[in-house]
């Protein structure tokens, strides 16, 4: 391996870990709030459905946790291993993991708050709006973008090859 490659394979570690610091706090603040919701004045009012899907948000926010902090807890095991490039990509695939089992646990909780306030359709609305939105932000423009980056001419390639090799 290059001193170039290993650069390379130690910036997107860092990379990953830094946007996993990142989205944790917000997971971390949606568990807290679903493990107090029972116990609130207002949660014996809730129907059979509503406590379905806040389960379901329990669930989906435990499974995100897990997904989320099982990068830095496979790269301290793994840290002596010299596998950087497959820590990176069995990491890469648990965060979007993770952040799918959060868009759908947030979308829960979206759905459960709207109902409790409203009713059963403006919660519907509000999650479909949601699914929609998520989708498109964390998914869609994403991946249209590399598609639209793969099919650029040359020209798209060199500045980017020109940016990337102009970083600290």
């Known amino acids: 391996m290059t001193k170039d490659e ?42 059979h459905a509503q406590r379905l899907v806040y389960i379901a948000a329990v669930l989906l926010t435990t499974i995100s946790t897990v997904l989320l902090l099982a990068p830095s807890s496979y790269h301290r095991l793994r840290f002596r291993d ?6 990176i990509r069995v990491s890469n695939r648990l965060a979007i993991a993770g952040t799918a089992a959060l868009a759908l646990a947030i979308l829960c ?16 609305a509000a999650a479909a709006f949601g699914f929609v939105a998520f989708g498109f932000v964390w998914y869609v423009l994403p991946m249209s973008n590399r598609r639209r ?14 940016i990337s090799s102009s970083r600290p």
């Open 6 to 47: 290993k650069q390379r394979i130690d910036r997107e570690l860092i990379e990953l870990l830094n946007e996993l610091r990142v989205v944790l706090p917000g997971v971390q603040v949606l568990f807290a709030f679903l493990l107090i919701m029972p116990f609130s004045k207002g949660f014996p009012e809730v129907t």
């Open 82 to 87: 010299e596998d950087k490039e497959e820590l």
């Open 109 to 124: 909780v979206v759905y459960l708050v709207t109902t409790y306030v409203f009713d059963v359709w403006a919660g519907l």
């Open 149 to 162: 980056r793969r099919a650029a001419p040359d020209g798209w390639s060199r500045r980017r090859e020109d």
